[in-house]
């Protein structure tokens, strides 16, 4: 019996989108990690939207059965790993599927990418894992590469107090992570998928016309006057709604700044002006709150009104 032209085009695209998903799961037990782990869940998405949910469904479990039988002493993590890129390619695949906006689709893959994180969390924690004592060790670990001037000058007290902070800003990597890989998903996915037929992601509105609310300002004002007078305590709750509700305003107002000098770029037709700011702020840390500041005069005022009037 043949099988109709839709058919045969379901099973391509399962087989071609099962193999990529299949091949990248395995790479992320190995030094590939480092590349494949920011994409790893675009083959998901795109098996979810190019097939059907049975096709979906059947291709991920033979993945997952047999990238566990090659693994060997390995199975248990490549099951995690691949468990934690195939949850958020679902929730985004579903929300393409149900025709979402693109906003409402990433944040069903950033919610869906949160609850993977502290889902393992729960469970690394019930198995007997300190992830306080892991950050810990891991920090230290990382202080044997720093050359020996710089290290000599870190004090155990500073060291500490670093560690701390660090573990109480573990929210805040959460949702920056998450969101990151949520974005870079959806536009790798949508990039190959809207170039191919039987599947059609929306896009996000052009990044010079994205605009926060108002109210952020306000919201950002507070959390920095708070910061002031609420001092750093791991026990105290307030102090790590303080320590991570600052950097995740700073960072959205950083791309409100970026915005802005897309806008201007694309209303002087110098593109090159919002690309050199983004290299800037991503290579020059310290440019963080100058651009933060512009997000938030952006935000703020009439900015972009005056430069289409002059």
Do not use: C
Request: charged share 10%; hydrophobic share 55%.
């Amino acid at each position: 019996m043949r099988l109709s032209a839709e058919q045969a085009s379901l099973k391509k695209h399962a087989l071609v989108w099962g193999i990529v998903l299949f091949l990248v799961h395995l790479s992320l037990l190995t030094p590939l990690l480092i590349i494949t782990v920011w994409f790893a869940a675009v083959p998901a998405v795109l098996l979810y939207v190019k097939s059907n949910r049975a096709w979906f469904a059947g291709v991920s479990a033979v993945s997952l059965i047999v990238g566990a039988a090659l693994s060997g002493s390995l199975a248990i993590a490549y099951l995690g790993i691949a468990l934690t890129t195939l949850v958020p390619g679902i929730a985004l695949g579903e929300a393409y599927r149900r025709r979402w906006t693109a906003r409402k689709s990433i944040t069903a893959g950033v919610v869906a990418y949160l609850a993977v994180y502290l889902l393992t969390i729960l469970i690394a924690t019930m198995m007997g894992v300190n992830l306080t004592t892991t950050i810990a060790d891991t920090i230290r670990d990382g202080m044997a590469y720093f050359p020996e001037n710089v290290s000599s000058i870190i004090t155990d007290e500073t060291l500490h107090e670093f560690i701390q902070l660090s573990v109480m800003m573990i929210p805040f990597y959460l949702i920056a992570t998450s969101t990151f890989l949520t974005v870079l998903t959806h536009t790798i996915a949508r990039r190959i998928a809207n170039r191919t037929r039987g599947a059609s992601i929306p896009q996000l509105p052009p990044i010079r016309d994205w605009k926060l609310p108002r109210s952020f300002v306000w919201y950002y004002l507070i959390a920095l006057f708070a910061e002031l007078f609420v001092p750093v305590d791991p026990g105290s709750f307030l102090s790590t709604i303080v320590v991570n509700i600052v950097p995740i305003l700073m960072l959205a107002f950083v791309v409100q700044g970026v915005s802005f000098l897309f806008f201007i770029g694309h209303a002087k037709r110098k593109m090159w002006i919002p690309w050199l700011g983004v290299v800037a702020v991503v290579l020059f840390n310290p440019l963080f709150m100058p651009f933060s500041l512009l997000g938030v005069f952006d935000t703020a005022f009439p900015l972009r009104d005056r430069f289409r009037k002059s």
